[in-house]
């Protein structure tokens, strides 16, 4: 394994995706062209890098990371041993957290440059040197990090667009406009990838001549959002969306409030699953960024998820948001890792979309409110723009 990652920080496991961390690390070794070498890694609190800086390097205080070469110090036949080894990075997240809120990043970002920078102390680079080192070093900080932004498992995520919320405001009324047909036409003109709809029981917004008259009109993906409702299966059945999406549904929600339980329903939600594949229709399940429900989910035979990203979206303060982040980013790779594809919805906007639009494991972003939000200001077009360029801007 070409990174040793090992861990001293109680709350390690709300802020790090161990495997997400050790896979990026790696790419960074193949992309300096040392992918046979073996770095470790270690993250730690300001404590435990205080007393290395007083042992190592005759500083009483702490700092952000620290790099110590393979045999720097060491007897020199070191040098002769068959060992491809870099050295150790030790990154105290302490600071790591404090300079991400300072440096208005998000903490993976901040993880990410911290990891390049003792990186490229192990490979020489050393800005203290002279001015010109420091340019020097700090250029490949760039080219590496703009690397990460770009490093992907899939393509940038795709936008799919919610019109629900154009037919709300249709339904408010009891007319004919807006027309979230017409929407979702614009919203495909704009760049979307795919229009979202749920048609609910009780029919509080969109109505099935919408959705006909969309399976009829759009010309990117349609994906229908659905109970297990048996009317409503039947509907699915004859309408042939490019995808369904299964989705809990209570009558008094405003809006779908979590993501579905699936391990309590199996038996039901395998037998929707098998009719829709049974008629070729991949079946996506939003769930809530929990593994056993991920599990159930592959179980029955659902070709995505779609997690829930509302705790995410709704989330206090700045540590609450990380933890729940970071939640989902583990969700996704246990997803991926299990054969499942991974798409993402539930209160994205503008201010929070970026740091999951940057996961490497995520295909298709599904967004509605915001976007039909801002649009109410800017113009459809315009809004739906914005959000392309948020996601396709997005980095750790």
């Known amino acids: 394994m070409p990174v040793d990652l090992s861990i001293n920080y109680p709350a390690a496991s709300s802020l790090i995706n161990r495997r997400q961390l050790i896979g ?13 070498y073996t770095v470790s890694l270690h993250l730690g609190n300001d404590e435990e890098i205080r007393s290395l800086n007083r042992t190592y390097r005759q500083k009483d205080s702490a700092t952000n990371v620290l790099s110590f070469p393979f045999g720097e110090g060491a007897d020199s036949s070191l040098a002769s041993l068959p060992v491809k080894e870099l050295g150790d990075i030790v990154i105290s997240l302490d600071t790591a957290r404090r300079e991400s809120v300072e440096y208005c990043q998000t903490f993976q970002h901040r993880l990410n440059w911290l990891i390049i920078h003792g990186l490229l102390h192990l490979l020489g680079y050393d ?6 080192d420091e340019k020097i070093m700090q250029a490949m900080e760039l080219d590496l990090l703009a690397f990460l932004q770009t490093y992907r498992r899939t393509p940038m995520p795709h936008l799919a667009i919610n019109v629900d919320h154009v037919a709300t405001i249709r339904q408010a009324r009891g007319t004919i406009e807006p027309d979230p047909v017409t929407a979702a036409a614009l919203c495909e003109l704009a ?16 109505q099935d001549r919408d959705v006909l008259l969309l399976r009829q009109t759009i010309k990117t993906r349609l994906n229908l959002e659905m109970g297990a409702n048996r009317e409503i299966i039947q509907f699915a059945l004859g309408l042939q969306p490019d995808m369904v999406t299964l989705v809990p549904e209570k009558r008094e929600e405003l809006t ?8 309590s329903q199996k038996k039901k939600i395998g037998q929707t699953v098998k009719k829709m594949r049974s008629a070729n229709i991949p079946v996506s399940i939003f769930i809530d960024p929990d ?34 982040y970071q939640l989902i980013a583990a969700a996704a790779e246990e997803a991926n890792r299990i054969g499942l594809r991974v798409n993402a919805g539930h209160g994205l906007n503008y201010q929070n979309t970026a740091p999951i639009a940057a996961l490497p494991t995520i295909d298709e972003l599904s967004i509605g409110h915001a976007i039909i939000s801002r649009a109410v200001f ?9 959000m ?6 997005a980095q750790f």
């Open 378 to 386: 800017t113009g459809i077009d315009q809004a739906v723009r914005e």
């Open 291 to 324: 593994f056993e429900q991920i599990h159930a989910a592959g179980d029955i035979g659902a070709t995505f998820i779609e997690i829930h990203t509302g705790k995410y979206c709704d989330a206090a303060s700045d540590t609450a948001r990380d933890q729940e």
């Open 388 to 393: 392309l360029e948020i996601i396709r801007n």
């Open 256 to 263: 779908t409030e979590g993501g579905l339980d699936v391990v």
């Open 127 to 132: 800005h203290e040197r002279s001015r010109k």
């Open 191 to 206: 760049g979307a990838s795919g229009i979202v709809v749920h048609l609910r029981e009780d029919r509080r917004h969109i």
């Open 24 to 36: 990026l690390t790696g790419e960074l070794l193949k992309k300096c062209g040392v992918a046979e």
